[in-house]
């Protein structure tokens, strides 16, 4: 009770900033495997819908929670767009001049490509759909890299076609 008035929870500065950019959320909510299982699916966290935390939450805990519930794909800057809500981890694409480069591919293949393909669906449209040219992991929590065969293959890195960025020794 006393963090919950002393905090300024009336302040949305946070939600608008989480919210800026938003072009288009994960369609349905779920994000299935090739059987039609859910592999990752929004609408458990429906809960969190409920701005005041229960009293047995940390009210700054569960509006962070809250924000974290943006999903979808956004813009951040020309040329960067990333996807967010779809996966513990968010994956940022990366716009060069011959293709995309990837920036922590997510924790499975599913999620990666359906993030991959949000992106496809609703930047360019009209135009030659941007080859994988390079992946980033930017460290080694299987939350940034798992997905990677999501939206690459290994024949494409074994002939060039596209590079693996990691850290030393990952």
Same mark, same amino acid.
């Given at each position: 009770?006393?963090? $919950? ?22 369609? !349905?909510?779920?994000? $299935? ?22 009293? @047995? ?18 813009? =951040?800057?020309? $040329?960067?767009?990333? =996807?967010? !809500? ?37 930047? !360019?449209?009209?135009? *030659?759909?941007? *080859?994988?040219?390079? =992946?980033?992991?930017?460290? @080694?929590?299987?939350?940034?890299? !798992? ?19 990691? *850290?030393?020794?990952?």
């Amino acid at each position: 009770q006393a963090l $919950r008035q002393s905090l300024p929870f009336s302040d949305r500065t946070d939600f608008d900033d989480a919210h800026r950019g938003f072009i288009a959320p994960l369609p !349905g909510g779920t994000v $299935r495997d090739k059987n039609g299982r859910p592999v990752w699916e929004l609408g458990p966290f429906d809960f969190l819908k409920t701005e005041n935390a229960p009293e @047995s939450v940390n009210p700054s805990l569960w509006r962070i929670a809250r924000l974290n519930m943006e999903n979808g794909l956004y813009k =951040v800057t020309d $040329r960067i767009y990333q =996807v967010r !809500g779809v996966d513990l981890a968010n994956m940022t694409i990366v716009e060069g001049d011959t293709g995309l480069i990837l920036i922590d591919p997510l924790t499975s293949q599913e999620t990666a490509k359906a993030a991959l393909q949000l992106y496809y669906d609703n930047v !360019g449209k009209g135009k *030659p759909k941007k *080859p994988v040219k390079a =992946v980033i992991y930017s460290h @080694s929590h299987i939350d940034h890299f !798992g997905g990677v065969r999501g939206v690459i293959d290994e024949e494409a890195v074994k002939n060039g076609q596209v590079t693996v960025l990691a *850290p030393e020794g990952f």
